[in-house]
């Protein structure tokens, strides 16, 4: 089992800035994939940005350019480093992992077991 836990989420004004970081605990060692989802009141929950253990990030059409993926494997920690805030970027962020083996991060919410609570972030225009 692997338990995430988020943190660092907030409100800020269009434009500002804000770091998530997301702390595993437990069988963390094959954690091959790693990912940040959000999901908007109303709205299904979409993939923002995921990363290999190796260090491979792809992004999200939306966000590129504005978010960056980071993970520190030596402190079990995932990073989302979020830029240039939009209030359309209003949601829940949620950590995710994966211990299935692969070099290829999915980038639906199907393709990861393990979930965080979540952190708000609120955009205000």
């Known amino acids: 089992q692997v338990q995430l836990v988020e943190s660092g989420g907030g409100s800020v004004q269009a434009g500002g800035s804000l770091k998530l970081s997301c702390a595993a605990s437990g069988a963390t060692h094959n954690t091959a994939c790693m990912a940040w989802f959000r999901q908007a009141p109303g709205k299904e929950r979409e993939g923002v940005a995921r990363i290999h253990r190796a260090g491979t990030p792809t992004y999200a059409g939306s966000v590129k350019g504005r978010f960056a993926i980071s993970r520190d494997n030596a402190k079990n920690t995932l990073y989302l480093q979020i830029n240039s805030l939009e209030p359309e970027d209003t949601g829940m962020y949620f950590c995710?992992?994966?211990?299935?083996?692969?070099?290829?991060?999915?980038?639906?919410?199907?393709?990861?077991?393990?979930w965080g609570q979540g952190t708000q972030v609120t955009v205000s225009s």
């Open positions: 995710a992992a994966t211990r299935v083996v692969t070099w290829f991060c999915g980038a639906g919410p199907g393709d990861y077991e393990y």
